[in-house]
């Protein structure tokens, strides 16, 4: 079993920068890729994009390709989510998760509590 926390959340103004955090501790080892999603009120969980761990292969949603860089530091078990020029339609909470890789919440079997980003116009 693998423990997630995300951190860095917080309110900024469209056009500015944020960086998420997403700290593991646990058996790491038996996860491949680290996915990040977000979820708005009312919304379902919407996949942003993944990072495998031993590798470092990048896939991204096209909603925020060219935007968001995810990045992972192995010695850290920390996994980072680079958000710049924010919409407020990136407004959400974000969720880091742990499993095999994949576009859909099916393929991970961790995951965090979420931080909350709220982007104001």
């Known amino acids: 079993q693998v423990q997630l926390v995300e951190s860095g959340g917080g309110l900024v103004q469209a056009g500015d920068s944020l960086r998420l955090s997403c700290t593991t501790s646990?058996?790491?080892?038996?996860?491949?890729?680290m996915g990040w999603f977000r979820q708005a009120p009312g919304n379902e969980r919407e996949f942003v994009g993944f990072?495998?761990?031993?590798?470092?292969?990048?896939y991204y949603a096209d909603s925020v390709k060219g935007r968001f860089t995810i990045s992972r530091d192995v010695a850290k078990n920390t996994g980072y989510l680079q958000m710049t020029r924010l919409k407020p339609e990136d407004t959400a909470v974000y969720l880091c998760a742990a499993g095999s890789g994949g576009l859909t919440t099916t393929y991970y079997a961790s995951w965090g509590q979420g931080t909350q980003v709220t982007v104001s116009s």
């Open positions: 990072v495998t761990w031993y590798d470092a292969t990048t």
């Open positions: 646990g058996r790491t080892f038996e996860w491949l890729t």
